[in-house]
């Protein structure tokens, strides 16, 4: 058995769903919230029924952090086995799960070494870090070798995307109510990154066929790509998929990439209908965001300049 154990959320999105069991991972699932309806995401929950439930309609669902007493009765579990314990999760800026991981950790202080990691990411970004991670674990690398390659993978985590609705980017205080109305009036589909773990507005688009080509313009900037997941809301593949898929064939020829549907936690976030595209760098590339999203954050500046 591995001297370290590995602990991450139910946010973490994973190649093969059977991994955690297969590697001794421990996911403690965040809590979607419908109105007064809690459901463990992962458990009550999945990916499919959220989706249908969202389409319903209803009350714009909500996710809530595990509490500091779950994951202290987690690392109590784990520490029985006298290893230690690195917990990786969901970027602190997206969730408070980090948060009340630390808490849950003081409370089991001295009984064995934990270490927590912000991954500055989420879902398949995550659970590509958990997954080296309990490989190392697996191989019988020490808790600080596997920090170290930890943290030499995030910032080579890329994360874009695009919305359909702004109603649950505002529902999760990610941008202004009244921003999200008149995004809504005005047809605007924003154009998303994660960086530094926040979530951060690239451009704007009118419609899905431009959003799309904006997906294919980001990944053709990198050179080396190690992994990369495509994010739908959906388990067949759409107009927006192919045409992706069909773009992306272009651009790397030979090359086939995986098509996920994204986790209802993100889904309280960027909502039905959105698609996004997560990338692993490989090594030997340089640690800075590609070109497209530094010029595009350059339109942005000048074009606030410019209304300003």
């Given at each position: 058995?591995?001297?370290?154990?590995?602990?991450?959320?139910s946010?973490?999105?994973?190649?093969?769903?059977?991994?955690?069991?297969?590697?001794?991972?421990?996911?403690?699932?965040?809590?979607?919230?419908?109105?007064?309806?809690?459901?463990?995401?992962?458990?009550?929950?999945?990916?499919?029924?959220?989706?249908?439930?969202?389409?319903?309609?209803?009350?714009?669902?909500?996710?809530?952090?595990?509490?500091?007493?779950?994951?202290?009765?987690?690392?109590?579990?784990?520490?029985?086995?006298?290893?230690?314990?690195?917990?990786?999760?969901?970027?602190?800026?997206?969730?408070?799960?980090?948060?009340?991981?630390?808490?849950?950790?003081?409370?089991?202080?001295?009984?064995?070494?934990?270490?927590?990691?912000?991954?500055?990411?989420?879902?398949?970004?995550?659970?590509?870090?958990?997954?080296?991670?309990?490989?190392?674990?697996?191989?019988?690398?020490?808790?600080?070798?596997?920090?170290?390659?930890?943290r030499?993978?995030?910032?080579?985590?890329?994360a874009?995307?695009?919305?359909?609705?702004?109603?649950?980017?505002?529902?999760?205080?990610?941008?202004?109510?009244?921003?999200?109305?008149?995004?809504?009036?005005?047809?605007?589909?924003?154009?998303?990154?994660?960086e530094?773990?926040?979530?951060?507005?690239?451009e704007?688009?009118?419609?899905?066929?431009?959003?799309?080509?904006?997906?294919?313009?980001?990944?053709?900037?990198?050179?080396?790509?190690?992994?990369?997941?495509i994010?739908?809301?959906?388990?067949?593949?759409?107009?927006?998929?192919?045409?992706?898929?069909?773009?992306?064939?272009?651009?790397?020829?030979?090359?086939?990439?995986?098509?996920?549907?994204?986790?209802?936690?993100?889904?309280?976030?960027?909502?039905?209908?959105?698609?996004?595209?997560?990338?692993?760098?490989?090594?030997?590339?340089?640690?800075?965001?590609?070109?497209?999203?530094?010029?595009?954050?350059?339109?942005?500046?000048?074009?606030?300049?410019?209304?300003?």
């Amino acid at each position: 058995m591995p001297t370290v154990r590995i602990v991450t959320d139910s946010t973490a999105h994973f190649m093969d769903p059977d991994f955690p069991a297969k590697h001794g991972v421990t996911v403690v699932p965040l809590t979607i919230q419908f109105g007064q309806q809690d459901l463990l995401e992962g458990k009550d929950i999945d990916a499919e029924r959220f989706f249908q439930r969202v389409a319903a309609g209803g009350p714009i669902p909500t996710a809530l952090a595990p509490t500091p007493r779950q994951f202290a009765a987690v690392y109590e579990q784990a520490c029985r086995g006298n290893g230690d314990i690195l917990s990786i999760h969901v970027s602190s800026k997206l969730s408070r799960t980090l948060h009340n991981a630390r808490l849950g950790a003081d409370e089991v202080l001295g009984r064995c070494k934990i270490h927590l990691i912000d991954s500055l990411t989420t879902s398949f970004g995550l659970g590509l870090l958990v997954e080296q991670a309990a490989l190392a674990a697996a191989r019988g690398a020490s808790q600080e070798d596997i920090v170290r390659i930890v943290r030499g993978m995030v910032p080579r985590l890329y994360a874009v995307f695009f919305i359909e609705t702004m109603e649950f980017l505002a529902k999760a205080k990610r941008i202004g109510k009244a921003q999200a109305v008149l995004g809504s009036m005005l047809g605007i589909k924003p154009f998303l990154t994660l960086e530094d773990g926040d979530i951060v507005p690239m451009e704007k688009v009118r419609n899905r066929q431009q959003a799309v080509e904006k997906l294919v313009e980001f990944v053709a900037e990198f050179s080396n790509i190690e992994h990369l997941a495509i994010l739908q809301s959906g388990l067949s593949h759409t107009d927006d998929t192919r045409l992706l898929l069909e773009r992306l064939a272009l651009e790397f020829p030979g090359r086939s990439w995986p098509v996920f549907v994204y986790s209802p936690s993100l889904g309280t976030i960027v909502g039905p209908h959105a698609m996004g595209v997560v990338v692993f760098e490989g090594e030997g590339e340089p640690e800075a965001p590609p070109a497209y999203a530094a010029r595009q954050r350059d339109e942005e500046l000048r074009s606030r300049r410019a209304k300003g």
